[in-house]
């Protein structure tokens, strides 16, 4: 019997945590989050991130900035939240405007207000195993998945497909620190099929519909979709064919309701855990 890896209901879970922890602080977490442009979809994450960072009792805001904004005027927000006491969290929504580079504005934000860990220090400090100030939401949501089924990370065969900077690599680095054997593989693989059939557990963050199909799966394994794409009728789908892999796998996330929510989830965790670093 395959197992489904309920990050709907291990989030929930989270949450409900993290709001009863708030209901006993003197002051609120703060969360920040910048929205330039009008990406639907971004705006679409905005809106639920800020929903539930409402719903965990935190001081929730968000930044409408246009799709115009120059560089100047995106730096003085971010420089402003630094300095604003209130703020334990600020959280620049990715992608940005196409004339705006992320990585001038990621390395700006104060690293012990980095909620999402994109920082080059707390990168680094991921990759050094040294503690980082934030984890990266999603690949912390999906570690926190695995463990919360007691599945085996040292010593296995891991697979990511994806090596971007906000899923594959920083997941490698904490998957490596897990002491798991870690393969990323990416367009340029050769023989893809040949290395995710070696894989104990295989994450796919590709955002390429059905690129992980049942003949590349090793009976038993975990698999871990990452990915969001609407279909044609606009329902979300993730990079594996379900349906196919699902009896041949031993765990597997569904989309909806796997590692999306966990992310949210690992993100008011941030939230709250800046907080208690800035002002504990
Ligand atoms: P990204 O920056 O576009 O990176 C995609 C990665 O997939 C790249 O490294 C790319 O390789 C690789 N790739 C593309 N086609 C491939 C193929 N045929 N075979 C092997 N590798 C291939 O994407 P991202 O920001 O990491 O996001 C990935 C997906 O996860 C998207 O669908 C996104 O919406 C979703 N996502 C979900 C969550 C969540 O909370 N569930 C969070 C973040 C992202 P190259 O580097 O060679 O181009």
Same mark, same amino acid.
């Given at each position: 019997m395959t197992v489904i890896l309920d990050g709907k209901t291990l989030s929930e879970k989270i949450l409900d945590n993290i709001k009863q922890k708030v209901s006993n602080l003197n002051s609120k977490p703060g969360l920040a989050v910048i929205l330039a442009g009008n990406n639907p979809a971004s705006e679409v994450y905005v809106r639920n991130k800020e929903k539930q960072a409402q719903n965990a009792g935190f001081n929730s805001s968000v930044y409408k900035l246009p799709e115009n904004v120059t560089k100047e005027e995106l730096l003085n927000l971010i420089n402003k939240l630094n300095d604003d /006491? &209130? =703020?334990d969290g600020i959280l620049l929504q990715l992608p940005l405007p196409k004339h705006l580079a992320a990585y001038d504005f990621l390395d700006k934000i104060d690293p012990k207000k980095d909620v999402d860990g994109f920082h080059p220090i707390n990168a680094g400090k991921l990759f050094l195993n040294e503690k980082p100030y934030a984890i990266p939401c999603t690949p912390k949501g999906i570690v926190r998945l695995l463990d919360e089924y007691k599945i085996? +990370? /040292? !010593?296995k065969n891991v697979v990511i497909a994806g090596r971007s900077n906000i899923v594959g690599k920083p997941l490698s680095a904490l998957l490596l620190n897990r002491s798991a054997t870690v393969t990323i593989v990416h367009? &340029?693989? &050769? @023989?893809l099929p040949e290395i995710t059939k070696k894989a104990d557990i295989l994450i796919s963050a =590709?955002?390429?519909? @059905?690129? +992980? =199909? &049942?003949?590349m799966i090793k009976k038993g394994a975990a698999v871990i979709d990452v990915g969001i794409i609407r279909d044609e009728n606009n329902k979300l789908r993730g990079d594996v064919d379900f349906n196919g892999v699902k009896d041949i796998a031993g765990f597997i996330t569904p989309v909806?309701? !796997?590692v999306g929510p966990m992310t949210i989830a690992m993100l008011m965790e941030n939230t709250l855990e800046l907080h208690l670093l800035n002002k504990g």
């Open positions: /006491e &209130k =703020t085996q +990370i /040292e !010593g367009s &340029k693989t &050769k @023989n =590709t955002g390429k519909k @059905n690129m +992980i =199909t &049942k003949d909806p309701g !796997g």
